[in-house]
């Protein structure tokens, strides 16, 4: 079979965990080989924004489960197939499918024309997807916390508040029931008007952050994903009915469906001098009751 033209069918958002598929197109690449499938249920990592790693998975056919070592965000002009940080252009260019690139090992007989079904580790999703919502949950209750520090209009985020995530975000990296968002303030976000001694009283601000989080835990506000279509470049929302108001941030990754199942969650923040710059490190958790 020739490479995909069209972008492939995700059915993470939903929360699925299985799916039969269709192999379209196998191909080796470093670290074993690439499996295109034409609808998935495995979460890819994607090079340009990889906060939330790849699921956990296996796809089973006539020979039994194959493991997935890795599932990464992947694109081909159908002439090319590139993988991960090797793909040349932005998500969405025309001429240009993008897919997820399952990686199993280099020895597995998995053929094209192949009728598979892709299985992702339920618990490790419900790990991820429960700390992924606690970083969206954290995000916003410290820019609401950060709020008066600004002398300046900015940016504002789903709830109204100065972006300060946004505007700083150094990374983010979203692992089981939590997450490590690192921000820097510099010479940049001091002339966006954010007045950067706010961070000298951080026992003050991660007070304030968990308390918020804690008042959205208790509203067991309904978390949901919009989707504008199936195909893994189609524009998905985070939709948190938080007790503000309807907050809605562009999200590719997979979600709790209610902040109750977070059961508590806390965030610890920490300061640091680096060239140029502060550097404020908020580490998140989620400790759920079950």
Excluded at 49 to 75: N, S, Y
Excluded at 92 to 113: L, M, Q, S, Y
Excluded at 122 to 135: D, F, I
Aim: net charge negative.
């Amino acid at each position: 079979m020739t490479l995909p033209s069209v972008d492939t069918t995700v059915l993470y958002p939903d929360g699925t965990t299985t799916t039969e598929a269709t192999v379209l197109h196998v191909e080796p690449v470093t670290g074993g080989l690439a499996v295109l499938l034409d609808r998935t249920s495995c979460h890819p990592v994607d090079a340009g924004w990889p906060d939330q790693g790849a699921d956990r998975a296996v796809i089973c056919g006539d020979d039994g489960a194959i493991e997935v070592l890795d599932c990464l965000v992947g694109a081909t002009d159908g002439v090319a197939l590139f993988v991960g940080a090797d793909v040349p252009v932005r998500k969405g260019t025309d001429g240009w499918a993008f897919v997820a690139a399952h990686i199993v090992p280099r020895d597995t007989d998995i053929t094209e024309g192949d009728t598979v079904t892709v299985v992702a580790d339920e618990e490790y999703r419900r790990e991820l997807s429960l700390g992924h919502t606690a970083c969206h949950l954290a995000s916003l209750a410290l820019n609401l916390a950060l709020a008066g520090a600004w002398s300046k209009e900015t940016t504002t985020d789903a709830l109204g508040s100065p972006d300060f995530d946004k505007l700083a975000i150094e990374s983010s990296t979203i692992g089981a029931f939590g997450s490590t968002d690192v921000y820097r303030i510099g010479k940049s976000l001091r002339r966006k008007g954010f007045d950067a001694s706010a961070v000298d009283r951080l026992d003050e601000i991660e007070a304030a952050v968990n308390a918020t989080l804690g008042e959205w835990v208790v509203a067991a506000a309904s978390v949901s994903i919009e989707r504008e279509g199936e195909r893994l470049t189609d524009r998905r929302y985070w939709v948190a009915e938080l007790p503000e108001g309807t907050t809605r941030i562009p999200c590719g990754g997979t979600h709790a469906t209610s902040t109750s199942e977070l059961g508590s969650v806390a965030v610890t923040l920490q300061r640091s001098e680096v060239e140029g710059a502060v550097q404020v490190v908020m580490r998140t958790t989620a400790t759920p009751l079950d």
